[in-house]
Every structure is written in structure tokens, then in C-alpha cells.
């Protein structure tokens, strides 16, 4: 019973790379979501998507693209890192909106951007 | 500006006492308030959650307050064990009227919680 699993687990990147980030759920849930981490900001939202195909801007999407090809996929791209992407990553799903269904998040992708 | 704000970053207890965690919000259209735990290198789990149409919800040693007039609600764990030592979130999500507002969860900074031994 896997849950949601993220892939890296630890990544550093130099300025101007790309990479993209993995994230699987078994749980044949609709939803699916990233967040990034950082002290003092709690999490915040970049990008979600409420079903195959469908992708949409959270609160810090730029930078970031993403893309839900399978339902039970959703990839985050970096095209150009920077510095200020430094953060812990997390991935979430939800089998449907969010009063009736909490949130369930993977282990974290701790990336560092030098 | 932080739509959900936890003013205090740390807090420490005895086992057995009781904590309280504090959480206010800005918006006062969120309809649905969340708080998860997380422990160090593992992604936050949900723990108890409450609707604007209550102002109590109990779950076994934890119970959330909510006063829709102060924006404010709280997290009591009665009694505190060391396993409850952990960063606690407050969130909040949907907006009354705009179905499409519960996709999203706004997340507070967190408290980190230490309970003594």
C-alpha cells in the first residue's frame, strides 16, 4: 500500500538546468496536487489538477510546469532552475474536493538550486 | 499576505498537560478548516477538520475550536504525549459559493510542537 510516492527523494541542480519531479498514487484519486515548502511559508500551492488532462495554476506557479497524462501520475518540470527554487517538494491526492477528502501527501523531494 | 497565520512558530508542553494550537484566518469566506501533522523527513498527515457550520469537532484526544467572528480557531490535544511532537499546519479551503475554491487548501505556516517528557 504505497500511497503517494515521489521520485526523487534528494536532487541539486546548478542554475539553468531543467529536471522534473514524479509523482505516483495507487489510490485512483481525481485529484492530484504540488506544494512547495519553505521555513515560515508553510505550503504553498503551485500547481493542481482535478483530473487526466487537466492541470491548473495554484498560488507560486511560475517557474513550474506540470502535466497529467495518467491518472495516476502528475510530473513537475523545472525548465530553468534557479536559486530561489530551493525548497522541499510535496505531492498530494485527493479522490474529490477537498470538504469531504483530506488531502494525502507524499515523502517530500528536497531540492537545492546552487 | 498570508491568508492563514499561525503567530506562534514553537511551542512546548509537559506529557500529560494540555496543548493548544492557535490558527487565525483573513478571509472570512472559507468554508472548511483542516489541520495536518508532520513529522521530520515525511509529508504532512490529515488529523481533524471542521466545517464553518460547527464551532466543535472531536477526535479522541483532539478537538478543533472554530469562532467564525475572530477568525480563529484552535487545536486542544488533551493529554499530550511525546508522539504528538511534530510541526501542526492550520488550513483553510473553499470559498461560500464558489464550488471550484474547495480544489485548493491554504496552508498556514506551522507550529512546532514539543512535548516533554
Known amino acids: 500500500n504505497a500511497g503517494v510516492t515521489q521520485t526523487p527523494k534528494f536532487r541539486v541542480l546548478k542554475t539553468g538546468q531543467s529536471m522534473t519531479l514524479l509523482c505516483a498514487q495507487d489510490?485512483?484519486?481525481?485529484?492530484m496536487y504540488w506544494y512547495r515548502q519553505d521555513p515560515g511559508m508553510g505550503l504553498r500551492l503551485i500547481h493542481y489538477s482535478v483530473g487526466e488532462g487537466t492541470t491548473a495554476k495554484g498560488e507560486v506557479p511560475d517557474g513550474y510546469n506540470v502535466s497529467r497524462l495518467k491518472k495516476q501520475n502528475f510530473l513537475l518540470g523545472l525548465e530553468s532552475a534557479a536559486p530561489s527554487q530551493t525548497s522541499v517538494y510535496f505531492c498530494a491526492s485527493s479522490y474529490g474536493q477537498l470538504y469531504n477528502s483530506p488531502l494525502h501527501f507524499g515523502n517530500g523531494t528536497r531540492l537545492t538550486v546552487t | 499576505d498570508q491568508q492563514v497565520k499561525q503567530n506562534s512558530p514553537s511551542l512546548s508542553v509537559q506529557e500529560g498537560r494540555i496543548s493548544i494550537l492557535n490558527c487565525d484566518y483573513t478571509n472570512s469566506m472559507f468554508d472548511y478548516f483542516l489541520w495536518y501533522k508532520k513529522y521530520p523527513a515525511e509529508g504532512p498527515t490529515f488529523l481533524i477538520s471542521i466545517s464553518s457550520i460547527k464551532d466543535k469537532n472531536e477526535d479522541g484526544r483532539f478537538t478543533v475550536f472554530l469562532n467564525k467572528s475572530a477568525k480563529h480557531l484552535s487545536l486542544h490535544i488533551v493529554p499530550s504525549q511525546p508522539g504528538d511532537s511534530a510541526v501542526y499546519f492550520c488550513a483553510a479551503s473553499g470559498e461560500k459559493g464558489m464550488k471550484t475554491s474547495y480544489d485548493k487548501v491554504i496552508f498556514g505556516p506551522g507550529t512546532s510542537l514539543s512535548v516533554i517528557p
Open positions: 489510490m485512483n484519486h481525481e485529484y
